[in-house]
């Protein structure tokens, strides 16, 4: 299992285009992947799930990834959502 | 698991369906005390001088009986009294019946900023509408990762991988007439040491997402009729792809069983596999569920059936 905290600098926070581009990232893995806010966790690979979390910004995010890839997964996540958003 | 927390002013807001009836009359710097059980108080012991075992710490009832009993003591008595009760350091007071507290009870809580309010309630009424919300709230809560519908009026939590088809299940089985209760994260409450309550997440509730169509409102598109907030989640159905090197019930049997917050609940395993027409086997599902929970099991009966016609014909052997 990998996992690695981060914050949400975006002023828009995840909304849904940002959701969904996280989502099509995290489906390039073969590893499950959450996305964790609060104690609350959300499949990193469904939609409403991500959406769900209502990440505003200032938000601290834990990504998480336990399989196949879980490394590569995690950092190519982590690389999205501090480049776009 | 998630923890939730309750505060004094979430009394006086918002509390689902049930109304509290309630106002603050004073102590308005003690709002943001967080409230840590659903136990309550009765003060009146120690408003008659006893103070062992005084639960402080919890919500202090004032009833018919306590606000007669400190209407028909003399002032000086009163002060002494308040002196000492609120020496302690109390959660919040409520008068119930509408009892409106004396001045000098308003002005000690003020100062000492303990939160007092009334309510219209009778206390008995009071105390049990209080505790079925701070329960509520206590309740342990999980989210679940799954599709939670309602067929035939039983709760059917449908749970697999993503991309196996929950959602399109759902939205065939809405388009049955039956209603979809929460898509992709449905929180879990475990209300009673035998009841799950389902429900769905608020931003996202009564939206699912299909595969090349996005996301779709189904109250807007099926009506009101074809969704509900919450049920109770009475079977759980696994979908996974078809392996056929794995056996799959046959018989049915034995009942299996899925277990949520320590709660058995029903469980079946669905294979699915193109041409297999998923919506039609949960809606059986349901139903079965539904007679043997009017005590009616078919496989065990149809095995009963086998076993008194074999034993017929054995008889009719000799």
Not at chain 2, 118 to 137: G, N, S
Request: glycine fraction near 8%.
């Amino acid at each position: 299992m990998t996992e690695r905290k981060i914050t949400i600098t975006s002023d828009a926070g995840i909304h849904a285009r940002p959701a969904m581009m996280l989502v099509k990232e995290a489906m390039k893995y073969p590893c499950e992947i959450f996305l964790i806010k609060e104690h609350v966790e959300a499949n990193g690979k469904s939609i409403m799930s991500v959406l769900a979390l209502a990440i505003t910004k200032g938000s601290s995010l834990i990504i998480r990834a336990a399989g196949e890839k879980e490394q590569e997964a995690v950092n190519s996540l982590v690389g999205l959502i501090q480049k776009e958003f | 698991m998630k923890q939730n927390k309750l505060y004094i002013r979430d009394l006086l807001g918002k509390t689902g369906n049930i109304d509290l009836q309630i106002r603050l009359v004073s102590g308005e710097k003690g709002l943001n005390r967080e409230i840590t059980g659903s136990e309550m108080n009765r003060p009146g012991l120690a408003l008659a001088g006893f103070y062992d075992f005084f639960a402080f710490d919890r919500i202090q009832i004032f009833g018919l009986g306590e606000t007669a009993y400190l209407a028909q003591i003399s002032e000086e008595k009163k002060r002494e009294i308040y002196e000492q009760f609120f020496s302690y350091n109390l959660l919040c007071c409520v008068f119930t019946h509408g009892e409106e507290p004396d001045e000098r009870f308003i002005s000690i809580a003020g100062e000492k900023g303990v939160p007092v309010m009334v309510t219209r309630h009778k206390t008995t009424k009071f105390i049990t509408l209080l505790t079925h919300i701070i329960e509520e709230i206590f309740s342990p809560t999980v989210s679940l990762h799954g599709t939670l519908v309602e067929v035939y009026g039983i709760g059917v939590l449908l749970i697999g991988k993503s991309g196996v088809g929950k959602s399109e299940c759902a939205l065939e089985l809405v388009e049955r007439n039956h209603r979809l209760v929460a898509d992709d994260i449905v929180e879990v409450k475990k209300i009673d040491e035998s009841i799950l309550m389902g429900s769905g997440s608020e931003i996202i509730r009564h939206h699912l997402e299909i595969r090349g169509l996005g996301i779709i409102n189904v109250k807007d598109l099926y009506g009101i009729g074809a969704v509900r907030k919450r049920k109770r989640i009475e079977l759980v159905v696994l979908l996974e792809e078809w392996d056929s090197s794995k056996y799959y019930d046959r018989l049915g049997i034995d009942e299996k069983r899925h277990t949520i917050l320590d709660i058995d609940i029903p469980f079946v395993t669905v294979p699915v596999r193109p041409g297999r027409n998923i919506p039609i086997i949960i809606e059986s599902a349901a139903l079965n569920q539904r007679l043997k929970k009017m005590g009616v099991h078919s496989a065990q009966e149809l095995d009963a059936r086998i076993q008194d016609w074999m034993k017929s014909q054995e008889r009719s052997d000799d």
